[in-house]
């Protein structure tokens, strides 16, 4: 592996002059030049975090996600990785298996491993959160929540909830069952599910029950195994995909046939949900879009330059074979 040494012993200058070029210090066209052409044919790559200790400018961007086998941060960090890397910045992830607590934590130890900005994939937003957050002193911006005076970039949740609830209501169901998840969280829990509610309160003589369930897919499968067997409802909403696809395998097992015993979706538009049998009608969030804005905009506040305070993304409905019409 080539290294600054190396750089200087073939440049024939002394190691600080490599240093200063890789930093975009001052030195002489002439010796530039010779630097350029050395770390191109060595395909020298500099190591930016133990360049980033040194600087008091860092080009770490820290993460903080909430479940490492979460679908939807997975596909923004996959945008968000691409987009830092093409600006020269690296990404550091932490994960909190949906702690607040650790959340929190979380925000002042990448501050103290002087991070350049954060990334925040947050369950909740407490005031512990926003005092965190001022107390860094570094730019935050929040991914799928929002909490006023912080910068966020969200989906449209209750627009999301209400295409599902009046597509479900256009196929003539009236007999619904929502599985829902904390309240507590703001994105999914409460705006997500007023756009459903709003829009089955819309028909007349609908009936929906709700029904708390896990985010994660194995807990959420055997809570859904005790609830199926007594299940009345013609339409089962579920808050996430992945609660559908728990749905799904437990009607499997208890051989409730779907859509024929009910109608199912979801929302994430997760890529699974194409390959299921049947697969499941959902929403489609733009989650590589999410990461491109949360690049571009956190390197703008790096910058000292103006962004929104809120971005809002819009959402596809994806019809499959889950649904049908009731009669």
């Not at 001052?26 to 350029?36: A, D, I, N, P, W």
């Not at 968000?80 to 929190?104: A, C, M, P, V």
């Not at 929540?145 to 627009?159: F, G, M, N, R």
């Not at 194995?218 to 199926?228: H, I």
């Amino acid at each position: 592996m080539v290294t600054i040494n190396d750089i200087a012993k073939q440049a024939g200058v002394a190691k600080s002059t490599v240093s200063r070029y890789l930093n975009g210090g001052s030195v002489s066209q002439k010796t530039k030049e010779k630097l350029g052409l050395i770390v191109a044919e060595t395909g020298y790559i500099p190591n930016t975090f133990a360049q980033s200790l040194k600087a008091k400018k860092t080009a770490i961007i820290g993460t903080i996600i909430p479940r490492l086998d979460s679908y939807s941060a997975n596909e923004v960090l996959i945008s968000i990785d691409e987009g830092l890397r093409k600006k020269n910045f690296q990404l550091l992830i932490t994960n909190t298996n949906q702690n607040s607590e650790r959340e929190i934590e979380s925000i002042y130890s990448l501050a103290s491993q002087k991070v350049a900005g954060i990334l925040l994939f947050a369950t909740v937003i407490t005031e512990a959160h926003k005092k965190a957050i001022a107390d860094v002193g570094i730019p935050v911006i929040l991914l799928g929540q929002q909490a006023e005076d912080l910068y966020s970039i969200v989906h449209d949740e209750y627009d999301a909830g209400f295409k599902i609830g009046k597509y479900a209501t256009h196929l003539g169901h009236k007999n619904f069952l929502y599985l829902n998840v904390f309240e507590a969280d703001v994105a999914v829990g409460q705006l997500r599910k007023k756009g459903v509610l709003d829009a089955l309160k819309e028909t007349k003589d609908s009936t929906v029950k709700m029904i708390e369930i896990s985010f994660t897919f194995e807990k959420a499968y055997q809570q859904v195994l005790e609830v199926l067997p007594s299940v009345k409802a013609s339409y089962i909403i579920c808050a996430t995909d992945n609660i559908a696809l728990a749905v799904l395998k437990a009607a499997h097992q208890l051989k409730l046939e779907i859509p024929d015993v009910f109608s199912l979706s979801g929302f994430g538009g997760y890529q699974i949900t194409t390959v299921v049998s049947p697969t499941i009608t959902t929403v489609k969030y733009a989650y590589q879009e999410l990461g491109q804005i949360a690049v571009k905009n956190l390197l703008l506040l790096l910058e000292g330059s103006t962004i929104p305070k809120k971005t809002v993304l819009k959402n596809k409905l994806i019809k499959n074979e889950s649904t049908k019409k009731w009669n």
